[in-house]
Protein backbone atom coordinates (compact mmCIF):
# COMPACT_ATOMS: atom_id res chain seq x y z
CA UNK A 1 0.00 0.00 0.00
CA UNK A 2 0.88 3.53 -0.67
CA UNK A 3 -0.15 6.53 1.15
CA UNK A 4 -0.24 10.16 0.23
CA UNK A 5 -0.61 13.09 2.19
CA UNK A 6 -0.73 16.69 0.42
CA UNK A 7 -0.24 19.87 2.31
CA UNK A 8 0.34 23.38 1.67
CA UNK A 9 -3.02 24.78 0.38
CA UNK A 10 -4.48 27.94 2.15
CA UNK A 11 -6.19 31.38 0.44
CA UNK A 12 -4.69 33.85 -1.45
CA UNK A 13 -5.17 37.03 -4.01
CA UNK A 14 -5.43 36.59 -7.35
CA UNK A 15 -1.64 36.67 -8.41
CA UNK A 16 -0.25 35.50 -5.52
CA UNK A 17 1.59 31.75 -5.40
CA UNK A 18 0.97 28.76 -3.29
CA UNK A 19 2.98 25.51 -3.27
CA UNK A 20 1.62 21.81 -2.69
CA UNK A 21 3.58 19.43 -1.26
CA UNK A 22 2.78 15.70 -1.56
CA UNK A 23 4.51 13.23 0.81
CA UNK A 24 4.27 9.29 0.14
CA UNK A 25 4.76 6.54 2.14
CA UNK A 26 4.21 3.07 2.49
CA UNK A 27 5.79 1.11 -0.49
CA UNK A 28 6.63 3.19 -2.86
CA UNK A 29 9.73 1.63 -4.28
CA UNK A 30 8.18 0.60 -7.50
CA UNK A 31 6.42 4.46 -7.62
CA UNK A 32 7.63 6.46 -10.59
CA UNK A 33 4.48 8.17 -11.64
CA UNK A 34 2.85 10.71 -9.61
CA UNK A 35 0.54 13.54 -10.32
CA UNK A 36 -1.41 16.05 -9.27
CA UNK A 37 -5.65 16.80 -9.90
CA UNK A 38 -8.03 19.38 -8.63
CA UNK A 39 -11.70 19.36 -8.64
CA UNK A 40 -14.12 22.24 -8.23
CA UNK A 41 -17.51 22.31 -6.47
CA UNK A 42 -19.70 21.20 -9.64
CA UNK A 43 -16.88 20.56 -11.76
CA UNK A 44 -15.06 17.11 -13.07
CA UNK A 45 -11.82 16.11 -11.78
CA UNK A 46 -8.97 17.72 -13.57
CA UNK A 47 -5.54 16.46 -14.44
CA UNK A 48 -3.02 19.53 -13.57
CA UNK A 49 0.26 17.80 -13.79
CA UNK A 50 2.17 14.63 -13.72
CA UNK A 51 6.12 13.63 -13.48
CA UNK A 52 7.46 10.58 -14.50
CA UNK A 53 10.42 9.59 -12.96
CA UNK A 54 12.16 12.72 -11.88
CA UNK A 55 12.49 14.89 -15.18
CA UNK A 56 9.81 14.02 -17.26
CA UNK A 57 6.54 16.31 -16.99
CA UNK A 58 3.61 17.32 -18.31
CA UNK A 59 1.27 19.43 -17.08
CA UNK A 60 -2.15 21.26 -18.37
CA UNK A 61 -2.47 23.45 -20.97
CA UNK A 62 -4.78 25.73 -18.26
CA UNK A 63 -1.69 26.09 -16.05
CA UNK A 64 0.87 25.94 -18.52
CA UNK A 65 3.89 28.89 -17.51
CA UNK A 66 2.09 29.19 -13.92
CA UNK A 67 2.35 25.73 -12.94
CA UNK A 68 5.52 23.47 -12.23
CA UNK A 69 5.53 19.45 -11.04
CA UNK A 70 9.09 18.45 -9.26
CA UNK A 71 10.22 15.67 -6.93
CA UNK A 72 12.64 15.12 -4.41
CA UNK A 73 13.59 12.00 -3.39
CA UNK A 74 15.75 12.68 0.05
CA UNK A 75 12.15 13.59 1.40
CA UNK A 76 9.97 11.04 -1.32
CA UNK A 77 7.52 14.28 -1.70
CA UNK A 78 6.27 15.44 -5.26
CA UNK A 79 5.79 19.54 -4.79
CA UNK A 80 3.58 21.76 -6.95
CA UNK A 81 4.62 25.07 -7.44
CA UNK A 82 1.73 27.47 -8.46
CA UNK A 83 2.55 31.04 -9.90
CA UNK A 84 -0.18 33.81 -10.89
CA UNK A 85 -2.78 32.05 -8.99
CA UNK A 86 -6.27 32.64 -10.85
CA UNK A 87 -9.43 32.17 -9.28
CA UNK A 88 -10.21 29.75 -11.34
CA UNK A 89 -7.52 27.28 -9.79
CA UNK A 90 -9.62 27.47 -7.00
CA UNK A 91 -10.20 23.89 -5.91
CA UNK A 92 -9.50 20.70 -3.62
CA UNK A 93 -6.12 19.62 -4.88
CA UNK A 94 -5.06 16.18 -4.47
CA UNK A 95 -2.44 13.60 -4.79
CA UNK A 96 -1.93 10.28 -7.13
CA UNK A 97 0.49 8.02 -7.72
CA UNK A 98 0.57 4.90 -9.96
CA UNK A 99 2.75 1.89 -10.71
CA UNK A 100 2.99 2.50 -14.43
CA UNK A 101 5.17 4.55 -15.90
CA UNK A 102 3.07 7.20 -18.54
CA UNK A 103 2.58 10.58 -18.82
CA UNK A 104 -1.27 10.60 -18.25
CA UNK A 105 -3.51 13.11 -16.74
CA UNK A 106 -6.36 10.97 -17.05
CA UNK A 107 -7.50 10.44 -13.18
CA UNK A 108 -8.93 6.33 -14.15
CA UNK A 109 -5.25 5.55 -14.41
CA UNK A 110 -3.93 5.99 -10.72
CA UNK A 111 -4.37 3.64 -8.20
CA UNK A 112 -3.53 5.53 -5.35
CA UNK A 113 -5.28 8.91 -4.30
CA UNK A 114 -4.63 11.52 -1.17
CA UNK A 115 -6.96 13.09 0.58
CA UNK A 116 -6.73 16.32 -0.90
CA UNK A 117 -5.89 19.77 -0.06
CA UNK A 118 -7.78 23.19 -0.50
CA UNK A 119 -6.51 25.85 -2.60
CA UNK A 120 -8.86 29.11 -2.37
CA UNK A 121 -7.70 31.94 -4.83
CA UNK A 122 -9.77 35.49 -4.06
CA UNK A 123 -9.92 38.01 -6.96
Known amino acids: QVQLVESGGGSVQAGGSLRLSCVASGFTSNIDNFAWFRQAPGKEREGVAV???????TVADSVKGRFTIGRDSAKNAVYLQMNSLKPDDSAMYYCAADPSVTLTLQATRYKYWGQGTQVTVSS
Open 51 to 57: IVDYLTT
